[in-house]
């Protein structure tokens, strides 16, 4: 036994001690070798991906390289990593397993970063069925396929690359479901089809996928002279939920951005498309260019604001969108040409009409010479730009494509630029200028100075300042009723017993107002206050915060005229009954006492109608909670969102079903 134990101490002992090692790779190494510097270094990048653990480094020397294949997962904390340590290794063979230069498969938290990946067979780089991989400062040009290619690959993020050249298909090629990808600060130029591509292939969908890609970031990319095969600067089929900011388009021979559906399981919807430059077309090529934003196929809720649109083509313009997804569209604040088409591009209308439409009330009209320093080569806004100061502030990023703060000045720039202040800090106050110089200060107390503009401060949560998305700081900053909750005004639970409904029910309409409801709960004894027929009973259904739901007291009282409270003859049903629902349109309540089973179990039902609309509650935030005696005698429930386990809510502004 103490044998055993020793040996068990000791390999214990062996497993902690070992350590995230660097190792190196260069021509002329050997696998062999320990690999552990310069001196003992490997010889290929497959021996090294073979034996990588958590935290490791593999370190590349300049030099040729066969790629690959790499199926290890490092951790959140700890992840692999292969570095480029010079600034020229090049990767001149496919993997040896898949026709790629580089391939991630089934392997997590995995950074690759600075590799020159270039002529590979299908793609220059591949993730494929992995999470939380790394993609940055590589080069990656003239594939077969793409670039960059994702496949089920989730929170994958693509930063600081140059994918150029494809020559059948994308620079960027995201796809499968691959949720939360990150694609930011990119070169992508002269690929056959599309410079960035986004599909969720419900096809392709793996169990527990749901045929789409939610919640993207795609910003501060630069996407130029892509489409001679036709797609899209940026390519969005079945993308929901997503940002598209700071991004300069142009000299695309096809599309700018595109919001569609064709092998996603929905069309994309509710995306913000917010601080973009795109000049769709060709200076000098009037038959080149689609549109600058297509959106189509059911792509409902997208929001478009704040970019400058511009198109080379004859007669092809700003904005097609098809009536499928107009419902919850949202276009304003963008610098414009007077070209718009609501049937998907077959038509066009001016702007006038367009705005009669209720769109784009605040863009304005303005050519690239209007606008930018040098149109066709520097985006930037020239000194006289009507983009300068015509944005909104709403939903805008707080820095530019180069990463310059916005605002500067008196509000925030339309486009992917905003144009600084050349002479801040010199010493002089300068127009424009609001802080940083002499005598200038911010005077709000929410901002700091940051470019000699005043700029929201990220909100700290008890400061004592109300700042930003916060609503409060204390109880006194809310409305009457509400109290102050992580900074945000609440409406409080109106049980604080901590007993949970069970065996609950709820359904609601709007129009007219209808309700049922039902629970259980055990309610300690001995009770205080339970006696309807004596002190009656609450019913409420609200949620955290906003109005909508029900709060109804129907006081005690035996029935008078049918209106009011019956009891069997052993003491152990309630019923209350008003046809007429005068006390919030209940009409029936019944709660029984079903202490025989199991002692101090109530149980109830609720209904209501009348010919009034009520405001449904959101189906994400829903509480239930019946007060059946004293203020403590009560039970509630938060239910669970839609796609939650149950007890859960769904529903729409007409219907809230919950069980």
């Not at 996928?209 to 996407?223: C, F, K, W």
């Not at 300068?388 to 000045?409: T, Y």
């Not at 509400?482 to 309409?509: D, F, R, W, Y």
């Amino acid at each position: 036994m103490r044998v055993a134990l020793c040996s068990l101490v000791l390999l214990l002992a062996l497993a902690t001690s070992v350590r995230a090692a660097d190792y190196f790779v260069k021509n002329g190494g050997s696998d062999a070798a320990d690999g552990l510097s310069l001196a003992t270094a490997w010889a290929t990048l497959n021996h090294a991906a073979g034996v990588v653990n958590p935290g490791d480094v593999v370190h590349v020397e300049d030099g040729s390289y066969q790629g690959f294949y790499l199926d290890r997962s490092g951790t959140g904390a700890q992840p692999i990593t292969f570095v480029a340590d010079g600034s020229n290794v090049q990767i001149t063979a496919d993997n040896g397993t898949t026709p790629d230069g580089i391939n991630v498969e089934g392997a997590d938290h995995v950074v690759i970063d600075g590799f020159i990946v270039n002529d590979r067979t299908r793609a220059g780089i591949r993730v494929a069925v992995a999470s939380f991989v790394t993609v940055r400062n590589c080069h990656t040009g003239h594939n077969g396929h793409w670039g960059i290619f994702s496949g089920h690959a989730y929170d994958f993020t693509i930063e600081n690359n140059e994918a150029y050249g494809s020559i059948v298909e994308h620079g960027i090629y995201v796809s499968n479901s691959g949720d939360r990808p990150i694609i930011r600060g990119n070169l992508v130029h002269d690929n056959h089809a599309n410079g960035i591509h986004m599909n969720g292939d419900a096809s392709e969908e793996n169990p527990g996928e749901d045929g789409l890609i939610s919640n993207a970031v795609v910003e501060r990319n630069v996407i130029y002279g892509n489409g001679a095969g036709g797609g899209s600067g940026i390519n969005c089929d079945g993308v929901t939920d997503s940002v598209i900011q700071n991004n300069l388009l142009y000299d695309n021979s096809a599309s700018g951005i595109s919001l569609y559906k064709i092998d996603g399981a929905t069309g994309s919807t509710n995306n913000v498309v917010v601080n973009n430059t795109i000049v769709t077309g060709l200076s000098n090529d009037a038959s080149v260019g689609r549109w600058c934003v297509n959106i189509n196929t059911g792509s409902t809720g997208n929001r478009v604001v704040n970019n400058i649109l511009y198109n080379y083509h004859s007669w092809h313009g700003v904005i097609a969108i098809d009536v499928s997804s107009r419902p919850g569209f949202t276009s304003d604040y963008n610098s414009v040409m007077s070209r718009f088409s609501t049937d998907g591009g077959n038509t066009v209308m001016d702007l006038a009409s367009w705005q009669a439409l209720g769109y784009d009330t605040y863009s304005f009209l303005a050519t690239p010479s209007d606008l930018f320093l040098a149109p066709g080569s520097d985006f930037h806004l020239s000194q006289t730009s009507p983009a300068i100061d015509a944005g909104m502030s709403v939903g805008a990023p707080n820095e530019d494509l180069e990463q310059a703060p916005r605002p500067v000045g008196g509000g925030f720039d339309v486009g992917a630029y905003e144009r600084q202040l050349l002479h801040c800090g010199d010493g002089n106050v300068d127009p424009g200028e609001q802080c940083g110089e002499p005598g200038l200060s911010c005077a709000d107390p929410c901002t700091h100075c940051a470019g000699c503009t005043c700029v929201q401060s990220t909100p700290v949560c008890g400061d004592a300042l109300v700042c930003g998305s916060e609503q409060c700081e204390a109880e006194a900053d809310c409305a009457a009723g509400q109290v102050c909750e992580a900074c945000a005004c609440v409406n409080p639970p109106v049980c604080t017993s901590g007993i949970t409904i069970a065996k609950p029910g709820l359904t609601m309409h709007a129009t007219p107002f209808s309700l049922r409801t039902k629970g259980q709960a055990i309610v300690p004894k001995p009770w205080q206050g339970v006696d309807p027929l004596a002190n009656g009973v609450r019913v409420v259904v609200d949620a955290p915060d906003g109005p909508g739901g029900i709060d109804v007291t129907i006081p005690g009282g035996a029935a008078v005229n049918d209106v009011g409270w019956f009891v069997n003859a052993s003491g152990t049903r309630w019923t209350y009954r008003d046809g007429a629902g005068t006390q919030g349109g209940i009409t029936k309540v019944v709660v029984r006492d079903r202490s025989s089973h199991v002692d101090g179990l109530l149980a109830w039902s609720v209904t209501g109608k009348s010919a009034a609309t009520a405001t449904l509650l959101d189906p994400s935030a829903v509480r239930s909670t019946m007060v059946l005696g004293a203020a403590s005698e009560c039970a509630s429930l938060t239910w669970n969102p839609p796609g939650g386990v149950r007890p859960r809510c769904t529903g729409t502004a007409a219907k809230l079903a919950c069980h």
